[in-house]
């Protein structure tokens, strides 16, 4: 019959072996997915810097000319998510090319 602290030593070493295990699949994932990051902004930068000069139509009354990094100051709003400059090709534009604002600029 086996000793208690046998079985139990016996568990505690599998289950080390099957920590490493998925802390080594782990390790793999993560090193997979930075270079599916890399490769990713190698082929899809981000357009815009932040010296751009972005040309707003605010409501169709009021023509503005903003730095893009007005815009982007503040990281996770929703500004800097729409003028990072990923969204350029499919955001809102008038006649003249102007990114359109549906809001009244008063």
């Given at each position: 019959?086996t000793?208690p ?8 070493t599998?289950?080390?072996?099957l920590l490493?295990?998925?802390?080594k ?10 270079r599916?990051?890399?490769?990713f ?15 707003l139509?605010?409501?169709?009354r009021?023509n503005?000319a903003?730095?893009?990094?007005l ?9 800097a998510?729409k ?7 499919s955001?809102?534009?008038d006649r003249?090319?102007?990114?359109f ?5 008063e």
């Amino acid at each position: 019959m086996t000793e208690p602290t046998e079985s139990i030593t016996d568990a505690v070493t599998h289950l080390h072996n099957l920590l490493q295990t998925k802390e080594k699949e782990l390790k793999e994932r993560e090193a997979d997915f930075s270079r599916r990051v890399k490769l990713f902004e190698t082929t899809n930068p981000a357009m815009g810097s932040d010296n751009d000069i972005i040309q707003l139509n605010v409501g169709g009354r009021t023509n503005i000319a903003v730095l893009r990094n007005l815009l982007t100051q503040f990281e996770g709003s929703m500004l800097a998510a729409k003028f990072s400059g990923r969204w350029d090709d499919s955001m809102e534009k008038d006649r003249d090319g102007n990114i359109f604002v549906d809001q009244d600029p008063e």
